[in-house]
């Protein structure tokens, strides 16, 4: 609670990352880290591009990503402890907005769901270059409104909609 040192009671988000700590997207006061006793918070003036953060992931070299209702993704990384934000949002090629959920896929490319534009899929390849690609009900979703995305380990995409569930490779 606020009592016991978080920014905000109303959490959006929880996600346990590849060391333990656990991570709290919260509504209006942006992400905390939980290490055993103790809360350190993150928002805009930290980087963040956006203080509501709908979901968190891990990718496989320990950037957590962020999704934000209003403000895009946001890659954290902490350099020499501090932490180091790239976002990306409509004004730099994400294609759909509001953001609620993400999901890292074993191939390391991001999908990114939103409510009324279907999906997107982030490709991040090795060369560096960035590249989103958008996925909709005239591509085979069952509804645009995706609540939620969910890549498995065998890489098939997992989609929850306000009309069903859609799920491909």
């Known amino acids: 609670t606020e009592q016991n040192g978080l920014p905000i009671n109303q959490i959006l988000s929880l996600f346990e ?3 333990g700590n656990i991570w709290l997207g919260a509504y209006g006061n942006g992400l905390s880290m939980f ?3 103790r809360f350190t918070h ?3 003036k930290d980087g963040l591009s956006s203080n509501q953060i709908y979901n968190i992931d891990q990718d496989a070299k320990g950037n957590y990503w962020l999704a934000s209702y209003d403000g895009g993704i946001t890659r954290l990384s902490f350099i020499n402890k501090k932490p180091a934000c790239v976002n990306y949002s409509t004004e730099n090629g994400l294609t759909i907005k ?10 390391n490319n991001i999908l990114i769901s ?3 534009q279907g999906i997107t899929q982030f490709i991040n ?7 989103f690609t958008s996925y909709s009900e005239d591509d085979g979703l069952v509804g645009n409104y995706v609540n939620c995305v969910l890549v498995d380990t065998r890489g098939t ?12 490779n």
């Open 114 to 116: 939103s409510l009324g």
């Open 17 to 19: 990352d590849h060391d």
């Open 42 to 44: 993150f928002t805009v």
């Open 35 to 37: 290490m055993g006793d």
């Open 125 to 131: 390849d090795k060369s560096g270059s960035k590249k």
């Open 98 to 107: 509001p953001i609620v959920s993400l999901s890292i896929a074993p191939d």
């Open 157 to 168: 995409v997992w989609c929850g909609t306000r009309d069903g569930l859609s799920m491909f």
